[in-house]
């Protein structure tokens, strides 16, 4: 009987993401009240996620970076024309590509500014 390598434990969204941020803890780092993150949530500027063992809604703490913030929406709606749920989005944005321009994440290469790549890459994926 040969050894087999261990399956790799499935890779969860929560564990993708690594660091989120709940909606109060969005509030306060963008010094907001609490309706305005829940607005954002609603109007598709952020996207959310039920995390952990008591499923709160949490926000990538990656996407308040101002520079990637700027770019979430069109980035959002181009993925989610395509027919990608919330939660596809996500696992999109943060699973690593090293054919992008800067080798990781497609939030990483909105964060360095290369929005146009970004979306490109988006229209492919979800068309």
Do not use: C, Y
């Not at 305005?36 to 990656?62: M, N, T």
């Not at 993925?79 to 800067?102: H, K, Y």
């Amino acid at each position: 009987m040969t050894d087999l390598p261990p399956t790799p434990p499935e890779r969860s969204l929560e564990a993708l993401v690594g660091s989120w941020l709940t909606v109060p803890d969005v509030a306060e780092r963008l010094g907001i009240p609490l309706s305005a993150v829940r607005r954002l949530l609603e109007d598709r500027e952020l996207l959310g996620a039920r995390i952990g063992e008591r499923k709160v809604v949490a926000v990538p703490e990656q996407f308040l970076d101002e520079e990637v913030f700027r770019h979430l929406r069109g980035t959002f709606t181009v993925l989610a024309d395509g027919g990608m749920r919330d939660e596809e989005i996500l696992e999109w944005l943060f699973t690593p590509d090293d054919s992008l321009r800067v080798p990781g994440t497609p939030v990483d290469n909105l964060a360095a500014g290369f929005k146009t790549e970004v979306r490109r890459r988006a229209m492919e994926q979800a068309f």
